[in-house]
Nanobody
Framework: QVQLVESGGGLVQAGGSLRLSCVVSGSRFSINAMGWYRQAPGKQRELVAT???????NYADSVKGRFTIARDDAKNTVYLQMNNLKPEDTAVYYC???????????WGQGTQVTVSS
């Protein structure tokens, strides 16, 4: 059974930084994508950043230059370093683990990030 456990959310002032972590257990598929999505109140869930096994990354335009995604395959962990946070970054952040070949998505429980102005 695949499980994702997130940590690192919280309350921070605008301009501050947070680092999210997500540990994936129960899966050993080598071809996968790991990433972060977010959902603000009243809005649809949106992609923040993803990284595919092999190292390529993809970012939403709104976070380019401020957020950095990284993965440690030895630890089955994906990180999201968020710098220069803005109030519009406030949302619940969800970790995503995708089995690329099978097209199956797994989700974490979500972690709240709140940025005060």
């Amino acid at each position: 059974q695949v499980q994702l456990v997130e940590s690192g959310g919280g309350l921070v002032q605008a301009g501050g930084s947070l680092r999210l972590s997500c540990v994936v257990s129960g899966s050993r598929f080598s071809i996968n994508a790991m990433g972060w999505y977010r959902q603000a109140p009243g809005k649809q869930r949106e992609l923040v950043a993803t990284t595919i096994s092999g190292g390529s990354t993809n970012y939403a335009d709104s976070v380019k230059g401020r957020f950095t995604i990284a993965r440690d395959d030895a630890k089955n962990t994906v990180y999201l370093q968020m710098n220069n946070l803005k109030p519009e970054d406030t949302a619940v952040y969800y970790c995503n683990y995708r089995l690329v070949v099978r097209g199956i998505d797994y989700w974490g429980q979500g972690t709240q990030v709140t940025v005060s102005s």
